[in-house]
Nanobody, 124 residues
């Protein structure tokens, strides 16, 4: 059974930075796609970023390009989301997720396991 445990959320002022971490267990970490989604109140869950099993390829939603960086450390079974220049509209619960390799990284149905989420709040 796959387990994903997020950490690193919190309250930060606009323009600040946070780094989210997600520790994974229960599968061969380096063989699977890892991603981050977020959900703000009264909004649908939104794709944020994903990284391939090797860490070579990444993808981002347009609204975070140039500000967020996803990375992974396969030796530690951990994926990270470095978030810089945070904006109030980044406020949401951020979820770590994992899925099999293949296309459609932004499609939530591609992913088969989810963490419990970590709250990120950006004040103006």
């Amino acid at each position: 059974q796959v387990q994903l445990v997020e950490s690193g959320g919190g309250l930060v002022q606009a323009g600040g930075s946070l780094r989210l971490s997600c520790a994974a267990s229960g599968r061969t970490f380096g063989s699977y796609l890892m991603g981050w989604f977020r959900q703000a109140p009264a909004k649908e869950r939104e794709f944020v970023a994903a990284v391939s099993g090797s860490g070579t390829f990444t993808d981002y939603v347009d609204s975070v390009k140039g500000r967020f960086t996803i990375s992974r450390d396969n030796a530690k079974n951990t994926v990270y989301l470095q978030m810089n220049s945070l904006k109030p509209e980044d406020t949401a619960v951020y979820y770590c997720t994992t899925g099999r390799p293949g296309p459609a990284w932004a499609n939530w149905s591609k992913y088969d396991s989810w963490g419990q989420g970590t709250q990120v709040t950006v004040s103006s």
